[in-house]
Nanobody
Framework: QVQLVESGGGLVQAGGSLRLSCAAS????????MGWFRQAPEKEREFLAA????????RYADSVKGRFTMSRDNNKNTVYLQMDSLKPEDTAIYYC????????????????WGQGTQVTVSS
């Protein structure tokens, strides 16, 4: 069982930045690909970014490419999502997830999910 805990959400003005963190309990953290997702009210969960267990270049959704940066620190069992140039439409609950299957993250399918952290961007 992998426990994931997100942090770093909050209220920010449009154009601002936030850095989300997701800490994992699993000692075999590198076995899991990690993803970031978000869900706005009355919308489906949206894939944002994914990174393989060993690291490497993350893949991003077009909606956040160039503004969001995902990274992972396997020494700390933590993944990050640096969010810059935030827009009001980025307002949502943001989730991290862990998956043995990297490609499943693209379809918002994962083995474990965090509880989510709220991000609100004011105009």
């Amino acid at each position: 069982q992998v426990q994931l805990v997100e942090s770093g959400g909050g209220l920010v003005q449009a154009g601002g930045s936030l850095r989300l963190s997701c800490a994992a309990s699993e000692r075999t953290f590198t076995s899991y690909a990690m993803g970031w997702f978000r869900q706005a009210p009355e919308k489906e969960r949206e894939f944002l970014a994914a990174i393989r267990g060993g690291g490497g270049t993350p893949r991003y959704a077009d909606s956040v490419k160039g503004r969001f940066t995902m990274s992972r620190d396997n020494n700390k069992n933590t993944v990050y999502l640096q969010m810059d140039s935030l827009k009001p439409e980025d307002t949502a609950i943001y989730y991290c997830a862990a998956s043995i299957n990297y490609y499943s993250l693209y379809s918002s399918t994962a083995d474990y999910w965090g509880q989510g952290t709220q991000v609100t961007v004011s105009s």
